[in-house]
């Protein structure tokens, strides 16, 4: 019985040598459209579908493969005496080998200017068809969804026929493209349609790189990325120099890329450890930026991650070699920044634009057995949207410093309180049980630098004793967001000593 291959694909990577591959093996190759122009074009022998259907494309080509011709070809079981049986009456061959990639979906959805229209016609109906026809049948089939696996494949079936184990394998392969490829489907449909929380919640993404381990050794890990993520992202990061990130950088290098996208108006520096910025500065010039985001915390910032939202030059370079630094991000470095750090080779370097995507609407934490599903945390607050609730009444200077802080304080974990004076941060309590404890880690790393200095904090105080501690300290204005039924006793306290404060009206609980 004469072998058969189908070839029905969009991206014809490397199709001829390997269609030339499986005519030298034997195989009658069939084809449709493209596929078939380039099979033809390159001198190989190929028939149309049409010729095994009897029956010609209809309705601009969405009719071709989907036929009993073909289809009972693909999942007849060649150890069913039945299934051979039907076949022979009904003049079916069976095909043995499919080769099909899928109408370019992620693709066209990725442009800009991408109608409704567009995007619904590159959805593939018969590409997926007969992918899974062919993977159930695994057994007797072999199906091809990845133009990587083309060698191996002729490989494997030169060993009479191929064998079992890998076509299990490669239909495996294949199961999991068609699950993507319908999830990307379901999600344009959910955007498009305005769907709130539906009734399933489908993910997916694609695998960026294996991890050496994750938090650590004893953990496994790999780095996946969403299909279409646009903007500032860790998994869209150009690498320039380095070695290759681990779990924990991935994390950290995250957590910094969130806090400098809160700044654009003017240069800013951010150097984060374990998930939580320990300085943060923002200047006339990204090398003051970065100057006042060391001094933040010296100590802190040593074999952490610096993040900054302007081309790191020359002067930066040579300021960012003098320490242990893990990570630096940036949207672009000069080519003398880059000699100067490139030097030290287990510094990584990443390129990403600096640049917020708020389609990037949605946050996913697993939890055992499932997952929490959240809108991103992208609420800001403005000088004009605040409250000033106390007798004294913040100068602009103040204001400006309350906001700087606000941002800072929105990226540390719960209970969070951040002092700064100045521009830049210079104490950081993060990830307390209670909010004085947070406080009093912030004001002795701030040690004298309290004194005129404000404080931010992300939840309301439930009590007058933070504020209490924040009058000794020397600090000048606060800023939270109210709605305790206690918020008078804290307003009371402020009036007390002299102390602005302004309520925001939205917290920023960090878990």
């Not at 990584?348 to 708020?358: D, W």
């Not at 210079?426 to 307390?432: D, E, I, P, T």
Request: charged content about 25%; glycine content about 6%; overall charge negative.
């Amino acid at each position: 019985m004469t072998k058969r291959a189908l070839l029905s694909v969009s991206d014809k990577s490397n199709l001829v040598e390997f269609a030339t591959g499986l005519e030298k093996l034997g195989y009658e190759l069939i084809s449709t459209g493209g596929t078939l122009k380039a099979l033809k074009e390159a001198g190989l022998t190929a028939r149309p579908v049409s010729d095994i259907t009897n029956f010609d494309e209809i309705l601009d080509g969405r009719v071709k493969t989907l036929h009993p011709y073909i289809h009972a070809g693909l999942l007849a079981r060649r150890d069913e005496e039945s299934h051979i049986k039907q076949l022979e009456e009904r003049d079916i061959s069976p095909i043995d080998v499919v080769v099909v990639n899928l109408y370019p979906f992620k693709e066209t959805i990725a442009k800009e200017d991408v109608t409704e229209e567009d995007a619904i016609e590159n959805i593939d109906i018969g590409g997926p068809t007969m992918l899974r026809s062919a993977s159930k049948n695994f057994r007797d089939v072999t199906v091809v969804v990845d133009p990587a696996d083309y060698n191996d494949t002729l490989e494997n079936l030169q060993q009479s026929g191929g064998t079992a184990a890998f076509r299990k394998k490669l239909a495996a392969k294949v199961f999991r493209h068609t699950a993507n490829y319908d999830a990307m489907i379901a999600n344009y449909f959910v955007d498009i349609t305005d769907e709130k929380d539906p009734e399933t919640f489908t993910v997916t993404y694609e695998k960026v790189q294996s991890l050496r381990y994750g938090e650590n050794p004893h953990q496994e890990a790999a780095f996946y990325k969403e299909g279409n993520v646009k903007g500032a992202s860790i998994a869209n990061a150009k690498q320039l120099h380095g070695k290759e990130l681990s779990y924990n950088n991935i994390q950290d290098a995250n957590a910094a890329l969130e806090v400098v996208l809160e700044f654009s108006e003017k240069p800013a520096a951010v150097a984060v450890k374990h998930m939580n910025p320990c300085g943060v500065g923002i200047g006339d010039s990204i090398l003051e930026a970065y100057q006042k985001a060391y001094e933040a915390d010296p100590v802190s910032i040593f074999g952490g991650i610096v993040a900054l939202n302007r081309e790191v030059d020359e002067a930066t370079a040579n300021l960012l070699k003098d320490i242990f630094l893990e990570i630096v991000i940036a949207p672009s470095f000069s080519e003398k920044a880059l000699e100067i750090l490139t030097v030290k080779p287990n510094i990584r370097l990443l390129e990403t634009p600096i640049e917020v995507n708020e389609s990037d609407s949605k946050k996913v934490v697993s939890v055992i057995g499932g997952l929490l599903v959240q809108d991103r945390d992208h609420g800001r607050v403005n000088a004009d949207g605040v409250e000033v609730v106390t007798d004294r009444k913040p100068d602009a200077k103040e204001l400006e410093e309350l906001l700087f802080a606000w941002k800072v304080c929105k990226h540390v974990k719960s209970n969070a309180i951040v002092v700064a004076k100045g521009d830049q941060t210079v104490g950081v309590g993060a990830g307390q049980m209670n909010r004085v404890g947070a406080a009093a880690i912030a004001f002795e790393q701030a040690g004298d630098k309290t004194k005129d200095a404000v404080l931010a904090s992300d939840a309301f105080f439930p009590m007058p004793d933070t504020v209490e501690k924040a009058a000794k300290a020397g600090i000048k204005a606060i800023i939270q967001p109210g709605g305790s039924k206690r918020d008078q006793d804290s307003i009371d306290e402020c009036n007390k000593h002299g102390i602005a404060m302004v309520l925001t009206g939205m917290r920023h609980f960090k878990h």
